[in-house]
């Protein structure tokens, strides 16, 4: 089937968002055991992911459960998102953005309240591809089944007509498993040969393995064929 349109995540794909640090900085400013943070906060990110509360809210409740005042609540919220937002995939981006409008384009994210407004603020995703779909705004999050029929139903098409990239292995398996063309992103040069390789061959769903070439594994590419892709095909490593 031909492929129609090709599908990004966000974080650790098209932007790339290391550990930061910040959880152990405040875990020590806040002198709590490791750990110790993230699992009381755990029902404010849980709400946060799917929605059930605002960023408002989420602020709010960090205050009250950490005992923080406002400015700390501030400065926690600054450290928060920097990690979360990370720095755009500029050679990722860039290629996504050149697909159009040859193929659909969208954005599947599980995110985090605040997320929309700060993204676009910082790196324009709504001028990057047609659609954006961020599982706080829709109650439900990848791996579920329902937000690959959410995004079929946005895109107007069919799941085996849909090349969708992502770092997760349980979100590409799930994608697969609904029929889509799914890649597991580890580099951005050979996902573009992966995706391009997809593209031009328009075979039935597979998924792929995307390694850095510092695996030392030549075969940095695993899974069904999804069409030919030799040593001179490949982005190079």
């Known amino acids: 089937m031909t492929i129609r349109a090709v599908v990004f995540d966000i974080g650790g794909v098209l932007a790339i968002t290391p550990d930061t640090g910040m959880t152990e900085k405040w875990e020590a400013r806040l002198h709590l055991k490791p750990g110790e943070l993230n699992e009381q906060l755990m029902d404010v990110w ?85 659609l954006i779909i961020y599982s706080h705004e829709e109650g439900i999050a990848k791996p579920d089944r329902r937000i690959y029929e959410l995004t079929c139903e946005r895109l107007g098409v069919q799941a085996a007509e849909i090349v969708f990239l992502d770092d997760v292995e349980a979100n590409v398996a799930a994608a697969r498993a609904f029929g889509m063309q799914a890649i597991l992103f580890r580099e951005t040069k050979e996902a573009i040969a992966a995706i391009q390789a997809c593209l031009q061959a328009s075979s039935p769903a597979v998924t792929y393995a995307v390694r850095s070439p510092s695996s030392g594994d030549e075969n940095a590419l695993e899974g069904e064929d999804c069409g030919s892709i030799d040593s001179s095909s490949r982005a190079g490593s």
């Not at 609540?73 to 450290?79: K, R």
């Not at 928060?80 to 937002?85: A, F, I």
């Not at 700060?118 to 790196?123: L, N």
Request: proline content about 1%.
């Open 46 to 130: 849980k709400d946060g992911s799917f929605g059930n509360i605002s960023e408002e809210i989420v602020e709010q409740s960090i205050g009250e459960i950490m005992g923080m005042d406002q400015g700390q609540v501030e400065a926690f919220m600054a450290d928060l998102w920097k990690e979360y937002l990370g720095e755009l995939n500029g050679a990722l981006a860039a290629y996504f953005a050149s697909l159009r409008p040859r193929y659909q384009t969208a954005i599947l994210s599980n995110s985090f309240a605040g997320a929309r407004g700060k993204e676009q603020k910082r790196y324009h995703f709504a001028e990057m591809c047609d």
